[in-house]
């Protein structure tokens, strides 16, 4: 219904003026009065005035006022106004339910969009970058009720299908940014209604390669056997050259990463695929995990035939990787392990670095950082290797140049210059 105390707009230019400006700064302002609102509304306020950005009253309101705890309220308020225009667009062709799925961030949300809806707004308008409201709406909004207002857009015909202009959709969007556990329903929700879960975005990326760079949270196991159950390909790879296992296992850092790992091999991924730069996930795994139980996945990637002798493109390989990253007293136990499968200790990066000079680096503190040198010296490393930038320098001298532990030192000497 049309407010019963709309008048006539003033006739005095300046006035008006003054009024529509009036009207602005209390839309955006999150602390205005309901009642000074609808006071300069009977006044004859034009409400479909605009300003310079094309902004009316009610885009600026969902725009700028977004944090005010009536918002639904004021919505309402001026939506009962005769002549409003509730598909009205700013200079970007962003439209009021635009701007709330894209910054509004409280759970009533549902309702505000049910009111906007009610009031005919065009639900499946796109901008000019190719978003409509949907794709906004997954990727930013945080609550549970998503599923509820995801069903909404989904009775009111919305194109679920919708690609931005980097070709990520709802399911890109929503594996990037929706931590809550239903996440699992709601794509299930999308597929029933036709989602493409093999889409890739324009860097080559599907949903999966998502989920797993950004997900770490209770039931991701869940959300990764629904992928593979829905029929995505385990070894889609990305403009990168990396598949969902390079993702997973750069960024997971949590112990049942081995679980998910026997998952991807249970369902045919390639743990041998190499990425742009030639690195397979068992560089990424030795240059990334931190868990104790590196030992397990190394051990499970070595059963499945991952070639331990692999090189990226600076030359290499997993064990030069783990020893610059990893720093658990267990470290022996996984160096051991690539030995007794046939790593060469002797691998020479294109730096001139072996395994013995980035451990003599990076691992100082170890408490058996002796023990590991002498299992890479019973091996065959070469001690004398020196490398090729700076003065050409051998594991012993990285090492002092980087520590002043005496007793360190002495049992080092003894084993690195013993030729």
Known sequence: MASSGFVTQSSNPTIQHEMEKK?????????????????????GVNINCTDREGLTPLLQLVKLGQARNDLLDVIRLLLDQNGIDVNCKDSDEWNALYYLCRLYQKADL?????????????????????????????????????IDIVQIFIDNNIDIGCKDNDGWNALHHLCNNYKQSNLVDVIRLLVEHGMDITCNNGGGWNALHILCHEKTQDNYMDLIKLFINLGIDVNSKNKGGWNALHNLCQNYQKDNLIDIVRLFINHGV?????????????????????????????QLLIDHGIDVNSKNGGGWNALHF??????????????????????????????????LHIL?????NLSNLVEIVELLVENGIDVDCKTQHGKGLNAFKIFCNDNANAKLYNKLKLLLQKK
């Open 23 to 43: 009207l602005m700064d209390l839309m955006a302002d999150k602390n205005s009065n309901l009642n000074e609102i609808e006071a300069l509304i009977s006044r």
């Open 110 to 146: 549902i309702n505000i969009i049910l009111l906007l809806i009610q009031r005919g707004i065009q639900v499946d308008w796109t901008n000019k970058l190719k978003k409509n409201a949907f794709l906004l709406l997954c990727q930013h909004y945080p609550h549970k009720n998503m």
């Open 270 to 298: 390639d743990v041998n695929c190499s990425d742009d730069d030639e690195r397979n996930v068992l560089h990424i795994l030795c240059g990334r995990y931190t868990e104790e139980n590196l030992v397990d996945l190394v």
């Open 322 to 355: 783990l020893c610059r990253n990893y720093k658990k007293g267990n470290l022996i136990d996984i160096v051991r392990l690539f030995i007794n499968n046939g790593i060469d200790v002797k691998c020479i990066n294109d730096g001139g670095w072996n395994v």
């Open 360 to 364: 003599c680096k990076n691992c100082s």
